[in-house]
């Protein structure tokens, strides 16, 4: 398995409240990707990095934010979480933009 | 609009009852097709990637298989360890080294003993 630990692996939260969600890496992988999951909708990316401070919006990205300060570490923050941001969120590796993404077990976040 | 479907949504199959999902695509510059196995709880696990038609790749019981509009995921004998969702995507192409994939809602695909 690639080596990627998303922590938290649940989250509850408030409506308004940030959010916080990491991916870490052991794979010195250059590409990190977060998506999130939702019934009959697919995986849909949010943000993407293809390099340390090197990030790019994906075709969701209205309410969240990145951050890449190291290799291993992609941050995802919800900077006011809303309920239709209740989801599970993956994140995903690649060390070519051309080599299949491989991905975490996921963080379920539920927004009330 | 790039787009991925797949069908059936959902599929029941008696253990040893061979079938296929299918992913249906409309994308422009098709750079490669990726199929993946998702168990709940749990991220997809990488199974293949298709890059030209006629291309056709198999592991174990599993063959997939790529058209110009089209890709097939051939079960061969399923067994029940072979229950899971199996998700489509396809990498439309490169911007500014931007590996986009569309992904497919998936198959639910139960095989019962």
């Known amino acids: 398995d690639a080596g990627i630990t998303q922590s938290p692996r649940h989250k509850v939260t408030e409506t308004g409240t940030p959010v916080t969600l990491r991916c870490h890496q052991t794979e010195n992988h250059r590409y990190m990707y977060w998506y999130r999951q939702d019934p009959g909708h697919g995986l849909r990316l949010i943000h993407y990095s293809y390099g340390v401070k090197d990030t790019d919006k994906g075709e969701v990205s209205d309410g969240y934010s990145v951050s890449r300060s190291k290799t291993e570490d992609f941050l995802l923050t919800l900077e006011s979480a809303t309920s239709s941001q209740t989801s599970v969120y993956f994140c995903?590796?690649?060390?070519?933009?051309?080599?299949?993404?491989?991905f975490g077990d996921g963080t379920r976040l539920s927004i009330l | 609009e790039d787009q991925v479907t797949q069908s059936p949504e959902a599929l029941r199959l008696q253990e040893g009852e061979s079938s296929s999902l299918n992913c249906s695509y409309t994308?422009?510059?098709?750079?490669?097709l990726f199929w993946y196995r998702q168990d709940p709880g749990k991220g997809p696990e990488f199974l293949f990637t298709?890059?030209?038609a006629g291309e056709e790749k198999e592991k174990e019981r599993l063959k997939a298989t790529l058209t110009k509009k089209e890709s097939f995921l051939h079960i061969t004998a399923p067994k029940p360890e072979d229950s899971a969702t199996y998700l489509c995507a396809v990498q439309a192409g490169f911007s500014g080294g931007y590996n986009k994939l569309i992904f497919g809602a998936g198959t639910r695909l139960a095989v019962h003993p």
């Open positions: 994308v422009s510059g098709l750079r490669g």
């Open positions: 298709l890059y030209s």
């Open positions: 995903a590796i690649s060390p070519r933009v051309d080599q299949p993404q491989h």
